[in-house]
C-alpha cells in the first residue's frame, strides 16, 4: 500500500513538474500555462485543458531545498522590499535568475490572481504581468460580508466571462458534464483530505505529512486520482499506533515552516504533541450548491480569509477543540498579516511567535524558545 | 586663502585643511558638541587664527550650525572626496554613527545611492552603545585575523539587538565576541544595499575604518573585495574642502 | 454625524465623510506638526509589519470622542482586516468592498454595494440620506477647482497646496473650498514628479522645496489623483456613476491595475518633462513597495533618476532630508 501511494504522489509530481525548466529542457509546453494564486477555481482551467502552476508553492519548494536566501537577496536587489510577502520575494528572485530546485515554471500565457486569501497576492501578480506582459486577471470575491445573492451574482458573471477568456485562449469549448465531474473529484478529494487530517489529534503522527501532502489538495485537487491518494493515505494512518497523552496537545496557529524539516519548530517543541492546525483546513472547501456555477461561488467565496472574523473565531474555537488542544503556538507571519488576526480571539493560552514560513533567518530562535518554555510553565502550573 | 571642509557627523565631526593647491594640511576629529552653534562659531574663530582666511563648506548631521560658506549634502562631499582619494573606487560603503548608505560616484560626481531603511542596528551608533556598555574603548577594538564570530545576532531592530547583547552578557559571552557579532550584524544589514548596486568591489568609508583589521572582516562579512582608504574617516570633509575650492 | 475615511477610495458622494489627514489627537505630531509621535495604539498594541497610516487612522477613530464612525475600505492588507482592532470601540463601522476590477461588472457590483452603503448609515444614524445628487454636484464642482490648483502645481508653493488640501477634507463637503491665495513658488528648481500614499506628513513636501526642488505634479489620492476623478452626472443613474468614479480615475495600486499606472503617470511625468521621480511610501505599504519595483525599472530603461523614501516612525524628516539632498544633486 505504501509503494502505490508514493507511486501516486510521483506521477503527480511528475505531471505538475513536467514542465518546469529543469525537467523541460527546452521544450515546450503542450498546453497553455496559467500562473494561478492558491483559490482560484482551477476546475475551470482543467476542463479547458490548461495547465496551471502555483508559485507560492514553489517558493515553498524553495525553502524546503534550502535555496531561498539568495533568491531572496536578489529580490531585494531588484527593488522588491523585502518587507514584501517572502513567497514573492523567493519567486521574483527565482525568475530573476532563473535559478531553482526544478527550475522555473513554463512561462505563463495567462496569470490569474484572486483576493479572496489576502489582497497582497493580485498585487504581486501585477509584477508578475508587467514582467510577462500577458493578459492579467483578477477575480474578485466579495467574501461573507456582503449580501449573498449580490456576491454570487457578481462571481457568477465573473466566472462566466473567465470561461469565455479562457475557452478562446485554449481554442477548446467548456463542456458542462466535465465541469461538473471536476467539481465533484474535487469534492471528493475535500472529504478525504478531511478524514486524513482529522486522525492528527488520535494517531501517532507528525504534522508534517499533513503540511506537506496537502500541496495535492492545492495543485491537483480535481484530479480523480487525489481523493484516491487521501483515502490511502487515511487507510496507512489508521494503522499507526494511537497518540500517547505523554505531552502537551498544542495547536499550531500559523503557515508551516517551509524551511524546516519538520515544517515545525519541533526542536522546540519536543515536549508537545502537535494535534491540530489551521492550514490544513484552508483547502477543504465547500462545494455545496445546486449547479456548478453555485459550488463554485460556494467554494471560492467562502474560503477561510473571506470570512468574518466572528465566523473565523467560531470556526477555529471549534478545530481547536476538536483536536484536544490545551495551548497554541500563534505565529506572527511576516508575510502575511492576514492570518495572524485570526488568532484575536481564541481563550487558550498563547505562545506569540514572530516568523517568517519562507525567510529562515527571520525567527529569534532564542526567543522563540522561551516564549514557548513560559507557555509549558503556564500549562504545567494550570 | 585656505579651504576648511566640516563634516558634522552624530557622533564626531571631522576638518578637513585644504591649503590652496589643494593640497591636504591638517585632518582633525573630535566629539561633536552638543550647543553646536554657539561652538561653530568659536572654532571658526580658532581656525581662522590658526590657518588664517578660510573658505568654509558643511555637511551632514549638524552642518547647518557651522557658519561657512555654504552647506552641502554628505553624499555628494563623499562622492567628492572619494574621487580625489581613491579615483578607481567608484562603489563606497559608508557606515556613519546613525545611517549606513552605499554610493555610486564617477568623476567625483555623485550618481546613485541608496540608504539603509532597516533599523539603527546597522550603523555605529549600535556599535558605540555595544562598547559603552560591555567598557570597551572603540579605540581598542582590533579586528586583525579576526575570523567570523562564533556568535551571530538574528535582530535587525536596535531594539531586540539590545536585550540580544544583555543575554550575551549574562551569558558570560567574552566582550570581544560580543563586539565582533555587532560589526558582523552591522556589516551584514549593509549587504542589501550592495545589492542594489551589483559590485564585487567597495570602498569602505566612515568611523568603522578606524578599526584595525575591518578590511579583511567586511570582506568575509560582505563577501566582495572591500579596501580601507587611508583616511576612511575624513572622506566627506576633504569633499567638503574640494567643494570650498569650487566657490573659490 | 462625523465618519472618519480612511481613503479616497471612499465615495463622499453618499454622505457625509470627512478624510483622515494623519495624526492622532493627544500625540506628539497632533500638538506638534513636526513631531512624529507614534500612536497609542499602535504601542499599546505591537502591532507588527502593519502600516503606521492605518495604525494612526485606528488611533484617532478610537481616541477622538468627535468621531461618531469609521468607514475604510477593503482595498489592501492593513485595511482588509482592520475591523478587528476596532470592532470594540463602540462606533458606527462601515467596511466598503473595492472591486478588484474596473470593468462594467465591477462598476455595477460597487454601485450596488454603495447603495447598501447608504442604507447601512441611515439604519445605524435613524435618518434619511436624500440628497445624495446634491453631493454628487458639489464633489464635481471641488474637484474642478482642485484641477485648477493641481494645473498651477509649479507656481506655488507644493507643502502650501498639500497642507491646504489636507486642511479642506477634514471638513464637511458643504464646508470645502479649494484656496485660491496659495504662496507663490521661489525660483523654478530641478523638475520632479512624486508617487505615493497619501501624504500625511507634508514636512516632507517642504524638505522637497528646501532640496531646491519643484514639483510638477503627482499622482498622490489627494492630489493629483483627486484632480483627475472623472465627472459624476448627478442627473444619471446615480450609484452607476458614482462607482464608475472611484474604479475608473486615476487609479491606487490596490486597485490591481498596475498597467495603467504605469501609463498615465509615464505619459504626465514625460509631458511635464520631469528631470526625477520621488516615491515617498509608508513603511509596510505593501501595495507601493510592489509598485515601486516595476515603477523604477519603467524609469530606469528611460534614464529618469528615481529615488524611494520609506517613511517609519521616527527619524523621517532627518533621512529624508539626506536621500532629497542627495538625489537633488544627482538629477
Not at chain 1, 521544450?27 to 495547465?51: G, M, N, Q
Not at chain 2, 567628492?80 to 579615483?87: A, H, K, M
Not at chain 3, 479616497?8 to 465623510?17: F, S
Request: charged share 25%; proline share 4%; hydrophobic share 40%.
Amino acid at each position: 500500500m505504501a509503494q502505490s501511494i508514493l507511486q501516486m504522489k510521483s506521477r503527480l509530481l511528475r505531471e505538475y513538474y513536467k514542465d518546469f525548466s529543469k525537467y523541460a529542457k527546452g521544450r515546450l509546453p503542450e498546453k497553455k500555462v496559467a500562473w494561478v494564486t492558491a483559490f482560484v477555481p482551477v476546475e475551470i482551467l482543467e476542463a479547458l485543458d490548461i495547465s496551471y502552476y502555483y508559485p507560492e508553492s514553489y517558493a515553498a519548494v524553495i525553502a524546503a531545498s534550502n535555496a531561498e536566501q539568495p533568491l531572496l537577496s536578489e529580490s531585494e536587489a531588484q527593488f522588491l522590499s523585502c518587507d514584501c510577502c517572502s513567497y514573492s520575494c523567493c519567486i521574483e528572485g527565482c525568475l530573476e535568475q532563473e535559478k531553482g530546485p526544478r527550475g522555473v515554471p513554463p512561462k505563463p500565457d495567462v496569470l490569474i490572481a484572486t483576493n479572496n486569501q489576502c489582497n497582497t497576492l493580485p498585487t504581486w501578480w501585477n509584477i508578475l504581468a508587467e514582467r510577462y506582459q500577458v493578459p492579467l486577471i483578477v477575480l474578485d470575491y466579495p467574501g461573507e460580508a456582503v449580501d449573498r445573492a449580490l456576491a454570487c451574482e457578481y462571481v457568477t458573471k465573473q466566472h462566466r466571462e473567465l470561461i469565455a477568456r479562457m475557452e478562446k485562449l485554449s481554442g477548446n469549448q467548456l463542456d458542462p458534464a466535465v465541469l461538473s465531474e471536476l467539481i465533484a473529484n474535487s469534492e471528493r478529494s475535500v472529504a478525504e483530505w478531511k478524514k486524513v487530517a482529522a486522525c492528527l489529534p488520535g494517531y501517532e503522527i507528525k504534522p508534517t505529512i499533513l503540511f506537506d501532502d496537502i500541496s495535492f489538495l492545492i495543485t491537483s485537487r480535481c484530479k480523480a486520482e487525489t481523493a484516491e491518494l487521501y483515502r490511502l493515505m487515511r487507510e496507512e494512518i489508521e494503522q499507526m499506533p494511537a497518540a500517547g497523552k505523554d505531552k502537551i496537545p498544542v495547536f499550531w496557529l500559523g503557515y508551516p515552516l517551509w524551511y524546516h524539516a519538520d515544517r515545525f519548530l519541533s526542536e522546540l517543541l519536543e515536549d508537545f504533541r502537535i494535534t491540530g492546525s489551521n492550514y490544513v483546513t484552508w483547502w477543504s472547501l465547500d462545494y455545496s450548491g445546486e449547479d456548478a456555477f453555485e459550488k463554485l461561488f460556494q467554494a471560492y467565496n467562502y474560503t477561510f480569509l473571506n470570512l468574518t472574523q466572528e465566523t473565523r473565531n467560531k470556526i477555529l474555537m471549534e478545530l481547536i477543540q476538536n483536536s484536544g488542544a490545551v495551548c497554541a503556538v500563534t505565529l506572527h507571519n511576516k508575510s502575511c498579516k492576514c492570518d495572524f488576526v485570526s488568532a484575536k480571539n481564541i481563550s487558550i493560552p498563547q505562545a506569540e511567535i514572530e516568523i517568517d514560513m519562507i525567510d529562515r533567518t527571520f525567527t529569534d530562535m532564542e526567543k522563540a524558545g522561551r516564549q514557548i518554555n513560559i507557555l509549558k510553565e503556564v500549562i504545567c502550573a494550570g | 586663502m585656505c579651504r576648511i571642509g566640516i563634516d558634522v557627523g552624530s557622533t564626531y565631526t571631522k576638518y578637513c585643511v585644504m591649503d590652496e593647491s589643494g593640497a591636504i594640511v591638517d585632518l582633525l576629529s573630535e566629539r561633536t558638541p552638543i550647543r553646536q552653534k554657539e561652538y561653530f562659531s568659536a572654532k571658526q574663530e580658532k581656525l581662522s587664527q590658526r590657518y588664517g582666511d578660510a573658505c568654509i563648506v558643511s555637511c551632514g548631521y549638524g552642518k547647518r550650525n557651522v557658519p561657512g560658506f555654504k552647506n552641502i549634502n554628505e553624499l555628494t562631499a563623499l562622492a567628492r572626496g572619494v574621487f580625489y582619494s581613491e579615483p578607481e573606487s567608484d562603489v563606497v560603503l559608508d557606515i556613519g554613527g546613525q545611517d549606513t548608505k552605499v554610493i555610486l560616484q564617477s568623476d567625483g560626481q555623485l550618481k546613485r545611492f541608496f540608504l539603509n531603511d532597516r533599523c539603527a542596528a546597522g550603523s555605529g551608533a549600535f556599535l558605540a552603545n555595544t562598547a559603552a556598555l560591555l567598557e570597551t574603548e572603540f579605540e581598542k577594538i582590533d579586528l586583525t585575523d579576526a575570523k567570523c564570530p562564533k556568535t551571530r545576532l538574528s535582530s535587525v531592530c536596535a531594539v531586540f539587538a539590545q536585550s540580544e547583547i544583555v543575554e550575551l552578557i549574562a551569558e558570560n559571552t567574552p566582550a570581544e565576541e560580543i563586539i565582533k557579532a555587532v560589526i558582523w550584524q552591522i556589516l551584514v544589514q549593509a549587504k542589501a544595499l550592495l545589492g542594489k548596486i551589483g559590485s564585487s568591489s567597495v570602498l569602505l568609508s566612515g568611523g568603522l575604518t578606524r578599526i584595525p583589521g575591518i578590511g579583511q572582516y567586511a570582506q568575509r562579512a560582505l563577501e566582495c573585495e572591500c579596501r580601507v582608504p587611508e583616511n576612511g574617516n575624513f572622506l566627506s570633509a576633504i569633499g567638503c574642502a574640494l567643494c570650498a575650492a569650487d566657490q573659490m | 454625524m462625523k465618519l472618519l475615511a480612511l481613503s479616497g477610495l471612499i465615495p463622499e458622494q453618499i454622505c457625509d465623510v470627512v478624510r483622515f489627514t494623519g495624526g492622532v489627537p493627544g500625540t506628539a505630531r497632533d500638538q506638534d506638526p513636526r513631531g512624529t509621535g507614534r500612536s497609542e495604539y499602535a504601542r499599546e498594541r505591537g502591532v507588527a509589519h502593519y502600516c503606521g497610516y492605518a495604525e494612526d487612522y485606528i488611533s484617532a477613530v478610537r481616541q477622538d470622542d468627535t468621531v461618531d464612525g469609521a468607514v475604510f475600505p477593503k482595498s489592501c492588507d492593513s485595511s482588509r482586516i482592520m475591523a478587528n482592532y476596532l470592532e470594540d470601540c463602540g462606533k458606527f463601522l462601515y467596511q466598503l468592498n473595492i472591486p478588484a476590477r474596473q470593468d462594467e461588472l465591477a462598476v455595477e457590483f460597487f454601485a450596488a454595494q454603495l447603495e447598501q452603503y447608504r442604507e447601512a448609515v441611515e439604519r445605524h444614524f435613524g435618518r434619511t440620506i436624500a440628497d445624495v445628487a446634491e453631493r454628487t454636484e458639489a464633489v464635481n464642482v471641488r474637484n474642478r477647482e482642485i484641477r485648477r490648483a493641481y494645473a498651477d502645481l509649479e507656481g506655488v508653493s507644493y507643502r502650501a497646496y498639500l497642507d491646504s488640501i489636507h486642511e479642506m477634507l477634514t471638513r464637511p463637503l458643504s464646508e470645502q473650498v479649494v484656496k485660491k491665495d496659495l504662496p507663490v513658488k521661489k525660483g523654478a528648481g530641478k523638475r520632479v514628479y512624486l508617487v505615493g500614499s497619501f501624504l500625511a506628513d507634508t514636512e516632507i513636501a517642504g524638505v522637497i522645496e528646501d532640496c531646491g526642488l519643484t514639483v510638477v505634479g503627482d499622482d498622490l489620492p489627494e492630489s493629483g489623483r483627486l484632480a483627475a476623478m472623472p465627472e459624476a452626472d448627478p442627473g444619471g443613474e446615480l450609484y452607476r456613476e458614482i462607482a464608475a468614479c472611484v474604479l475608473r480615475g486615476r487609479l491606487s495600486p490596490t486597485q490591481d491595475n498596475f498597467r495603467q499606472i504605469l501609463s498615465s503617470d509615464m505619459k504626465e511625468i514625460e509631458e511635464k518633462k520631469a528631470d526625477g521621480v520621488i516615491f515617498v511610501t509608508q513603511k509596510y505599504c505593501e501595495p507601493y513597495d510592489y509598485l515601486f519595483s516595476v515603477y523604477k525599472k519603467m524609469l530606469d530603461q528611460r534614464g529618469i533618476p528615481a529615488t524611494q523614501i520609506t517613511l517609519a516612525d521616527s527619524g523621517n524628516e532627518r533621512k529624508a532630508r539626506l536621500a532629497l539632498e542627495a538625489f537633488a544633486d544627482v538629477i
